[in-house]
């Protein structure tokens, strides 16, 4: 478990320990209760989290507080941001008490043999990122019930008028009890809004993300791998206290643009986590998950994009500590007492409006009776709820909500709106295909494009993330616009790469990606070279674009270029890197021959007609090829050879 760090936060980490000795192993994870009677056992525990040990303060007694208001003098308190405190056994209260204190980053760790375990927290920041990772282990045993409880609360408030919003917010809960019960109560909110902007072209782009783990069982059924908590199913539950769960996350998302006509607004919040609960006593568990997208811009240019999965994690892989590494579902395991109930509740609601400065005038913003106009405002929610291993009852309620379009249901839903019609339940092929792959150099840099479509009707798709991959390395990620097209500036030279552009589906649309070979070429900073057009052909042949004596034979025209033409063209009708239809080409003879080296992969233009009129030599320009060059070599007998890899336009 990786302690994060966020600059100018308090982190506060606590171990609270009693009586430990070895224990049964479980099956995955942490194998046995580690011995803390010394700095050494403590320092090798920590190290099992994945937590640094250096500068923890160690601290021990009979009742252990840790927070900013100590109790009274019965207590043995610290203020200090990392704390190892292990309590004496035989205490009849709750030995161990922690408050986060408003900290935005926090681990904490309680364990006693007994009094039971306590933890509070409530974060609230305008700031980024909001986490916190408890472990809660008491041995209770005989007459002996003890508790773990935990209430969590963090939120999210963010306001502005233009930009980028982001929040996180990151929960992972484990509860080990042999005897007594475990509670806990977790709520996770973010509020992201963007007031009225003045100006005509805007850029807005919210995105919220909250994620949670719960594990509820006994010690030698628990698996804390990496800080990703679960228990082991492969045996019966033997943990006799009852576990409760009740978890509620919400986002809210506006986003105002009054007075844009042009420009983007994004909105995406995604939710997802699992409940794990293993008993023989009753087990209640309950997630909430609900979401309001809306959207407002004076103009229909405006491209307005909502998405918002909703979920919890699948028990498919939990034996091994993967709770927070799947895919966007809800599960619960608890056991085998007919009494456990498990509910989830999610509801979407994504609406957008843009229209003309009269409706603007006219009607308050988020009004849902002002439709989108054009192809401009797309929408798309997942919403997956599953319960496994649940021996009592499993409810399921989803509902969406997609400017004026409602569909609800259980189990999985799909749903994609656009310009207020929403289909439900699909799985639509999408592909992905280049704009081109043969690109000139400009300023050092190159633009590699992408173009995303439903595969069955050829609409594009816009508002959708496509990723570049270079040479087997991830380069950028860049957005569909209205016209399908997503594109991304890089640093490349010339030269040839493979490329993949790949789209990892969204809403309805499946994934789809296409490999290709990317040629990236040059212009010479002046004139071009040239070649006839009977030569512009690729394939494995050689060209010759330029030499002293025998250019005109090498490259044949009706009627044949004059024999002083040597193959370099010193003036171009239009300024590359452009790539014309049509244009002309002279030769005036005011510039020297270039050098060299060549550009690697080079412009070359193909003619059918070349003239001489006085002095200048003139001829037309039937395409743009891109020669990989060879030799290149100046004096009385100097050559310039290559071979056609592309055809540029």
Known sequence: ??????????????????????????????????????????????????????????????????????????????????????????????????????ALDVNVVQTASSGGNSFTCNQSTSQNSESVVLVQKTSSTGKTVNKNIASITQSISQSGTAGTQTGTQVAKITQNNDSGPNQNTLSQSINQSFNDDPTQTISQSQTASQTFAVSQCALSQTIQDSGNPSCDTTSPPVMKGSASSSVTQSVSQTANANAATAGSQYQESTMDGHVHQWNNSNATSSVSQSENQQLY??????????????????????????????????????????????????????????????????????????????????????QTAICE????????????????????????KKNFCSNGVCSDGQNIAAAVSPTTDTVPVSGGTATVGAHLVRSDTNAVLPGQDVTFTINGTPMCTARTQTDGNASCTLALTPGSYSINRSFAGAGPFEPSSVDGTLIVFAYLSQGAFVISDANAVVGPGTVTFFSTKNWPPLNPLTPSAPNSFQGFADLLSWTPPTCPTSGTWTLTGNVPLPVGPLPSYMAVLATTSVSKTGSSITGNVTKIVVVQTGSYTLGSSGTGTGTVVRVAC
């Open 389 to 412: 291993q649940v021996s009592g009852s499993c409810t399921r309620s989803q509902s969406e909500n997609g400017n004026g379009a409602t569909v609800t249901g259980n189990g999985t």
């Open 297 to 382: 811009a004076l103009g229909s240019g405006v491209l307005q994009t909502q998405k918002g999965p909703m979920g919890v994690t699948p028990s498919k892989h939990l034996s091994r500590g993967r709770a927070l590494a799947g895919g966007l579902s809800c599960c619960s395991n608890q056991g085998t007492n007919p009494s456990d109930t498990f509910s989830v509740t999610q509801s979407s609601s994504q609406h957008a409006t843009s229209g003309t400065q009269a409706a603007a005038v006219a009607l308050a913003p988020f009004l849902a009776s002002v439709q989108p106009s054009g192809p401009n405002w797309h929408s798309d929610e997942l």
């Open 1 to 102: 478990m990786r302690v994060p760090r966020s600059i100018g936060l308090a982190v506060l980490v606590v171990v609270v320990a009693a009586g430990l000795g070895s224990e049964a192993a479980a099956k995955g994870g942490h194998r046995a209760t580690p011995d803390l009677s010394t700095r050494h056992g403590v320092a090798v525990y920590l190290r099992s989290l994945g937590l640094n040990p250096a500068g923890f303060v160690i601290q021990r007694g009979a009742r252990n507080y840790a927070g900013p208001a100590c109790p009274g003098k019965r207590w043995n308190c610290t203020k200090a941001t990392r704390v190892v405190q292990i309590a004496k056994s035989g205490a009849r209260a709750t030995a161990n008490v922690a408050d986060c204190g408003g």
